[in-house]
């Protein structure tokens, strides 16, 4: 079992920058970030690999989410710029497969509030 330790979350306004935190207790795996919005899917946002410095950001963030990754602390890090209120949403760290599909991922974190006021 791998436990995930997410932190960063909180209230900002648009236009604010934002980094979230995720711990695993374990290594092996690679390491990612969704996000839901009330009444929507799951939505991926950004994942990085275990083996090598492999990243993968969601074509709606990528211009102002960056995804990475410290190997020795088993911890990535999400810094997302220039906020909008469409990014409010339950972030939530996964760990599993490279990939892009929530269904890839086998550990889940309990998620973590991001509410961007316009």
């Known amino acids: 079992q791998v436990q995930l330790r997410e932190s960063g979350g909180g209230f900002v306004h648009t236009g604010d920058a934002l980094t979230l935190s995720c711990a695993a207790s374990?290594?092996?795996?690679?390491m990612g970030w969704f996000r839901q919005a009330p009444g929507k899917e799951r939505e991926f946002v950004a994942t990085?690999?275990?083996?090598?410095?492999?990243?993968t950001v969601g074509d709606s963030v990528k211009d102002r989410f960056t995804i990475s990754r410290d190997h020795a602390k088993n911890t990535i890090f999400l810094r997302m710029n220039d906020l909008k209120p469409e990014d409010t949403a339950v972030y939530y760290c996964?760990?599993?497969?490279?990939?892009?599909?929530?269904?890839?991922?086998?550990?889940w974190g309990q998620g973590t509030q991001v509410t961007v006021s316009s």
């Open positions: 996964a760990a599993g497969r490279y990939t892009t599909s929530p269904q890839g991922y086998k550990y």
């Open positions: 374990t290594n092996g795996y690679a």
């Open positions: 990085a690999a275990w083996v090598g410095t492999g990243t």
